[in-house]
């Protein structure tokens, strides 16, 4: 899970909100998840700007396969520990700063209508933007908190003996919001377990190994195209890019690196600019 830029709101999304505004506010009742629809206009737009990647897992999926995701849930939000509301945020169904695309792992499996809320916060009312005195515990991948910095993946066995290994997201520094966060998501399901380790091993484990070699052998056109091919691996545009860093750190410590006087980035500077 990286940060999110979902660029300028598309103006059929403008054109779409204030009728289907209108039509949830003359139900007379409050609209149910049946009820908003139209949103997913912008279904493909979301996608392209998240680079084909799921905000939450990182992986890469065709546009008929998303989810147009309401970072703030639209028909029912369940908001434990924070409060025991369960409205929906239908009035927010067709802003363009509460969608997200996202893969059905994540948002059917996973998040759902979950949205915790830290203790003593105060949900949002009906046609409210969002305050300050509501609380998300779940990473925003479009605000204003880098989730590298509250994510990390670590390698571990399923059992102490066993052979194959999965990298498991984990609270990087004990980060409330990404034990939750990977708690709602569902970040370990078994699937994305598989996928995760299947991309270290194809894709980040020979590019350390090429780079560790290079190190080794201080040839520096060695170092220098090792280093721009595992840098390719850091950008926005990759899948797995969060975890392609911290496996990046695992497989290759920083110490070897300052041998050459090179650093790692810190999770703050994760995803690398294109």
């Known amino acids: 899970m990286i940060p999110v830029d979902r660029g300028s709101e598309p103006p059929v999304l403008a054109g779409i909100r204030q009728g289907a505004l209108e039509g949830l506010r003359g139900l007379g009742r409050v609209p149910v998840s049946d009820d908003i629809k139209g949103y997913r206009v912008v279904s493909d737009d979301l996608w392209r700007a998240q680079h084909y990647k799921c905000c ?7 546009s008929s ?3 147009v995701e309401h970072y703030r849930p639209k028909g029912r939000a369940e908001r434990q520990p924070g409060s025991r509301d369960t409205h929906g945020y ?38 409210q933007l969002p305050l300050k005195r509501e609380h998300p515990l779940l990473l925003d991948p479009a605000g204003i908190l880098n989730p590298a910095q509250h994510i990390q993946f670590v390698p571990a066995a399923f059992q102490p003996r066993a052979r ?91 110490m070897l690196m300052r041998v050459r006087g090179l650093r790692w980035p810190e999770p703050a500077e994760i995803p690398l600019p294109l």
């Not at 915790?116 to 916060?121: N, Q, V």
């Not at 975890?243 to 410590?253: F, G, I, K, Q």
């Open 56 to 62: 939450y897992c990182e992986l890469k999926i065709p």
């Open 164 to 254: 194959v290994r999965h990298w498991w997201a984990r609270p990087r520094d004990g980060s409330l919001y990404g034990s939750w966060t990977i708690r709602v998501c569902n970040l370990n399901h078994s699937n994305l377990l598989e996928l995760r380790g299947d991309h270290v091993e194809n894709f980040v484990r020979p590019l350390a190994d090429e780079l560790r070699e290079a190190l080794r052998e201080q040839d520096e056109k060695e170092i220098r195209g090792s280093l721009q091919r595992v840098r390719a691996l850091l950008l926005p545009t990759s899948m797995f890019a969060l975890l392609s860093y911290d496996a990046l750190r695992t497989l290759l410590p920083s």
């Open 65 to 67: 396969y998303n989810d």
């Open 90 to 127: 239908w009035w927010l169904a067709f802003h363009w700063e509460n969608l997200l695309f996202a893969c059905p792992l994540c948002n059917r499996s996973g998040k759902n209508d979950l949205f915790p809320l830290r203790a003593g916060s105060e949900p949002l009312e009906p046609e």
